[in-house]
């Protein structure tokens, strides 16, 4: 084939050059087949077993990872789980070579067709968007049906091509040695996309020519930076490939060099740089990159892939590590954030509500099962004995919400200390800044927090209305949007006013080329995943606060996304 130039979005940063692997979309292609009576027993026999080898396949995945991964692909393993023991899949199914006399095969598709059938019908864009996990739940049992790995094996050094790619198939991906990863749809914003990068694999999105250009076995050079995919790549191509490659080694032997260095601007101005965690892994890593602390410890997946919920020992254990871990520096413990796009297996979650993003979930979820609340309480307050400690909530809305979760902690200190245990004389409270209504309002609870932190990542989708992992929505889900960055300015605003700090927690928070931007809103405190400290430090050592809080009246001036896309290029 001669070299072609297929356009895309980057999603993931990297150069890769490797041999094509195309996976075309999934469509169960099985012709009517039926059995006999004395069939049925043993066709049963053969889905569940194949049913079984999914579940046993998904339960051994979730086994292997650690970190960012447990949570970001835990949560979409744990929807397949779900989805595997849905009893309108397996019932159905059952039914259909009971009383249809069908082939397993042929009651699979029957059954997926009648269920997108359902899918489709559906007015919610979200529950619509639940195809694509059914599918890939479906594909995994017809894969076993027929004793295949699903057509993953023997890809060491191949560039996935494919319509698009779960986020619960991408650390399996990277283990097996794919070096790239090329989709038809997709979004820069993805869970999908988020997860690459933190797996430091190449993903390039949006290549709406990749399935009709690209065959097996073609030579691909991939941009994960600029979207670009060459096909049958020349020697200029290659050289260039070679050079970028010199380049990131350089890059990564300076950025090495920052590890012991001051997170501080060129003026002279101290930006504190916190880490978001999960792990002791992570934590390990924050401490070794010089991390102010941890501004985000997720505690959900204690809660996930289990039946039963975490009991206060179980969980101050896990608590108390982390607090040791950082040596002294200040642990910020979030609450619980479990919700229906985010559902557990013990029940806690609702599992079927109609709009999860805006349901029973984080601090709501939280008062509507105190017991369960307190337990958590308790042991992050007895992890407090052991070093600074502060809990932040999250999903916050209303002034009422944190004087309910203060009166909470202090009977809980009360009863600890009566019981005998070391608790901190003071335990700082901060509320997530997420719900539009919460930026809005704020000036009517700041009083009642010792934090704040805003959560970007929902904050945007819920200002925009525009969920962040439909596709269609790609360009209209942006942090570059007048009113998100006014939004922002006001609430960094009011927590200088009333010297409450300020802390981004949100996926931006982490991008470097972002930096300038939050810098020149006032926010001094940045709290984003240990892999891109070091970028983001060079980023700030890199900055003049005072010329970028000069020119912010200039980019609150901007009418749209291109105007801030303008200020940005004209950073210095």
């Known amino acids: 084939m001669t070299r072609a130039l297929l356009p895309g979005h980057g999603a993931s940063r990297g150069s890769a050059l490797g041999r094509a692997r195309v996976r075309l979309p999934h469509v169960l292609e099985v012709a ?11 066709e049963l026999t053969r889905l569940h077993d194949a049913v079984g080898a999914t579940r046993g396949e998904m339960h051994e995945l979730r086994a292997r990872l650690h970190g960012a991964l447990a949570k970001e692909v835990g949560e979409f393993l744990d929807l397949h789980a779900l989805l595997l023991d849905d009893p309108e899949l397996l019932h159905g199914l059952d039914e259909l ?14 059954q997926r067709d009648r ?3 359902v899918f489709d019908g559906m007015d919610d864009a979200y529950l619509k968007s639940r195809m694509d996990d059914l599918d890939h739940v479906i594909g995994r049992i017809h894969a076993h049906l027929h004793q295949r790995v699903a057509d993953t094996g023997g890809v060491a050094g191949e560039i996935l091509v494919s319509d698009n790619v779960a986020p619960s198939e991408l650390a399996q991906l990277q ?3 794919v070096v790239a990863i090329v989709t038809a749809a997709g979004s820069p914003l993805s869970h999908s996309a988020i997860l690459a990068r ?15 250009r690209i065959n097996d076995g073609d030579i691909l050079l991939v941009d994960g930076s600029t979207g670009e995919v060459i096909v049958s790549p020349d020697a200029e191509d290659l050289r260039r490939y070679r050079a970028r490659l010199r380049e990131a080694a350089r890059e990564e032997r300076e950025l090495g060099r920052l590890r012991s260095k001051p997170s501080r601007t060129r003026d002279g101005v101290d930006i504190a740089l916190w880490a978001n965690a999960e792990s002791l892994d992570d934590v390990a890593h924050a401490h070794a990159l010089g991390a102010a602390g941890l501004g985000l410890y997720r505690t959900e997946f204690l809660f996930l892939q289990r039946n039963e919920l975490p009991d206060e020992d179980e969980q101050f254990r896990t608590y108390r590590d982390v607090v040791l871990g950082m040596s002294g520096r200040p642990v910020t413990i979030r609450t619980l954030d479990l919700g229906a796009d985010k559902a557990d297996r013990t029940g806690l979650a609702l599992s079927d509500e109609d709009n999860p993003a805006l ?12 017991g369960v609340f307190d337990t958590q309480l308790r042991a992050i307050l007895r992890a407090s004995g052991y070093g600074p400690v502060r809990i932040l909530v999250p999903m916050v809305s209303s002034r009422e919400e944190i004087l309910q979760v203060r009166r909470h902690i202090k009977r809980v200190a009360l009863k600890l200390r009566k019981e005998g245990h070391e608790v901190a004389e003071h335990i700082a409270l901060g509320a997530m800044i997420e719900v539009p209504a919460a930026a809005i309002a704020l000036h009517g609870f700041v009083d009642v927090v010792d934090f704040l932190s805003i959560g970007t990542n929902d904050l945007v989708q819920y200002l925009l209305a525009a969920d962040r992992n439909n596709d269609a929505l790609g360009e209209l889900y942006s942090p570059l949007h007048p009113g998100v960055l006014r939004l922002l300015r006001h609430v960094i605003g009011i927590g200088t006013e009333h010297k409450v700090p300020v802390a981004m927690c949100g996926e931006i928070a982490g991008d470097a080329k972002m930096a ?7 926010l001094t405190e940045f709290s984003l995943h240990p892999a891109t400290l070091l970028e983001l430090r060079r980023a700030i050592r890199d900055s003049d606060l005072g010329q970028l809080q000069a020119r912010a009246g200039k980019l609150l001036q901007a ?8 200020w940005l290029k004209a950073t210095p």
């Open 559 to 566: 009418r749209d996304r291109a105007g801030i896309e303008r």
């Open 32 to 42: 009517e087949q039926r059995i006999r009576q004395n069939q049925v027993d043993g």
């Open 115 to 117: 269920l997108a059938a």
């Open 175 to 177: 283990t097996q040695g």
């Open 198 to 212: 933190s797996l430091h694999l190449p993903l390039v999105v949006g290549n709406a020519q990749a399935l009709q």
């Open 359 to 370: 349901g029973l979930r984080g601090v709501r979820l939280s008062l509507a099962h105190q």
């Open 516 to 522: 300038p931007l939050l810098l020149a809103l006032g």
């Open 97 to 110: 070579i009971r009383t249809g006399r069908y082939s397993a095969d042929y009651a699979l598709r029957l």
